[in-house]
Structures are given as C-alpha cells and as structure tokens.
C-alpha cells in the first residue's frame, strides 16, 4: 500500500524561462480561475504570460535557498522521507512518494511510481488542510483522470480535510508557542494570514472559509496568546475581484497606522514555507509594517518538517488507512505472482539466473 503526498508545485528555478511554464499550468487550471475559457486564454497568454513570469522570477529569487532550492520543494521531500520512516514503522510495506500538482514531479508521476512499486491501494495525502475547489479538488481531477488510464486501477482512498482534527491543530500550537517563546519581547498582536479565494467561490459553495475559520476557533484556545490579540486574515489577492476579507496586507498596515510596534504572523493553512508565506509575509509585508511605523514583524515558520507535525501527519495517515493494515496483515504472508508485477518481475530474474547457473554447471 502506499501514501501519496500531494503538494502545489514550484518552478525549477528563479528564472523568468522556468516561471512562464509553471504559471501557464496553475494560473491555465480552471479550478483556479473560474473565468470564460476563451477570455482567460486571451488573458493568460496575451497578457500575463508575458509580464509576470519575470517579476515572480525576482521574487522566487529573494527566496531561494543556494543550498536547498526552492523551500516547498525542499520540505516537501524531508517529510516524504521522513514519513517514509514512520510509516514503516506502523507496516513495512508503506511506500511513500509525493507528487506536484503543477511542477514535477507530478502527481501523476507519483502515482505511477507508486504501482511500479506493487502498491494496490493508495493513500491521497494532501498537504492542504482546508478544502478548496482551488486546491484539494485540483488534486483530486488529476489523480483521478489519471486512473481512467490504466486497466488495473489500484484501489484509492482520500484523506479527509483535516483543518480541525487535534493532530493537525496541536501541531500547529506546538510550532507557534515555540516561536513565540523564542520571541526576545512578547508580539502585541498575532495576525493568523489564510491563502485567500474570491468571494465568488465561496458564493458558489466552496467551504474553504469555513474550514478556516474553524481551524483558527480551534487553535486559539492552544495558544500563549490572549485570544483577543489574535486576528484572522486573508492574503495573496489576484485581480479586481474581491476576495476573502479581512485582507492581510491592510490588517499589517493599519496595524502599524494605529500605533502597534510588535507584531507576529503565523499561517496555519500553508504546511510548508514558500513564496507565499516567506516572501509575500516576510519580506513584502514587513517592509510595509516598517514604512507605516511598526518596529518589527516576526514571520511564525510553517509546520515544514517540524517533529510534532511529522507525528500528527502519521497519526492523521494511520487512521485513514484504517481496515488496510488489517487487511495487510493477513495478508503480507500472499505470493500471488499474477497479481504482482513486482513479484512477476523478482519471479523472472530468479528464473534466468537459475537457468545461467543450470547452463555454467553443464558446461564445466
């Protein structure tokens, strides 16, 4: 059996030539923009296609690591291994891979390497917390398409949002209440930034807002933090339509406006640090707090590959493959070499190397 981690996607580097295809296969996806087809694509690629893959290049370089890459790239990979671990732990024939949605390798890739491996049921683990059409459902369309492929569908099970369960929001408070403690003066507020969505999608029966709000009512309680000191926003607006409100942006700076020097900005629905958080936050939003009089903004780290989220995610996939380790019980002691193309393949080699060995006797 096997977990297939599911993450967004980065470019391949902080180059305008690598940002114009990864943005042609997110901003191109019409769970992202909900727009006619025949306008957006006029848009896309008379427009956008030709001015932003340069400017997100700058910013992806503000970010990237001359060690590691890109930082979601680079987490992503620490948890599968991690989790590869763990796992094991629970059945030794737990395989874990990860796939992109819109950069490699992808989800499709992930599950193919995951069948190649003899995994017949496959675990869906996304790294998104609360649903959205824009991300979970995204994930969802290409791993299924996928499956329509091939004659010998393993079976798939999801793990469900998982925005409210304790392994996830214990987590999180862990890695806040660590950052926080670490803090050399305590933050006067403590802004919790959501990716937002277009009020639209919401209108139109997406529960992501909900989801948030949620997690943020469950994570509160949790925190050294006087509840009345926390506030809840949305960040990384695109284009005129609105979006989820309160914006992160003008909460930060009216912040700043009303006197406010101190402030922390944690982002519970991002699982991993990326250009969202680390520079769209970090950078961009702190110069902003500075300019209008703050003193000093703190950007909280996502979960990443922090040990109390690594043990919340292996509670969190124990129990959604459920009845599957049982089943793995009875049967882990099974030599079906019909149903196993690994087996088959193991079976082969073992073949022609006894019939080698059968070969050089008689000869000698």
Known sequence: MGVLIAQLGTPEEPTGRAL???????????????KPRWLWWLILNGIILNVRPKRSAALYARIWSPEYGSPL????????????????AIHPTIEVAFGMRYSAPTLED???????????KILLFNMYPQYSATTIATNYDAVFKHMLKRRNVPTLRVAEPYYAHAEYVDALAATMNEALAKMSEPPEKLVFSYHGIPEEYVEKGDVYCCHCTETSRELIPKLN???????????????????????????????AESGVKRIAVACPGFTADCLETL????????????ERGGEHL????CLNDHPAWLDGMTQLVEKELGSWLE??????????????????????????????????????
């Open 225 to 255: 933090m006087p509840a009345e000191n926390v506030i809840h926003t949305y960040q990384s607006r695109f284009g005129k339509d609105p979006w989820l409100v309160p914006y992160t942006d003008e909460t930060i700076n009216a912040l």
């Open 110 to 120: 992930a599950v193919d390497d995951l069948i190649a491996r003899g995994c017949s």
């Open 298 to 301: 703190e950007l909280i780290p």
């Open 279 to 290: 520079d769209e936050i970090g950078n961009e939003a702190r110069e902003d707090f500075e």
């Open 73 to 88: 790239l680079h987490y992503t990979k620490r948890v599968a291994e991690e989790m590869t671990e763990r796992v094991r």
């Open 20 to 34: 114009r295809p990864y943005l042609k296969r997110f901003l191109g996806d019409p769970r992202i923009i909900e």
């Open 327 to 364: 089943t793995a019980k009875r049967t882990s002691a099974m030599d079906c070499v019909v149903a196993c193309p690994v087996r088959v393949e193991k079976k082969r080699v073992a073949r022609t190397d006894d019939a080698k060995k059968r070969v050089e006797k008689a000869g000698a």
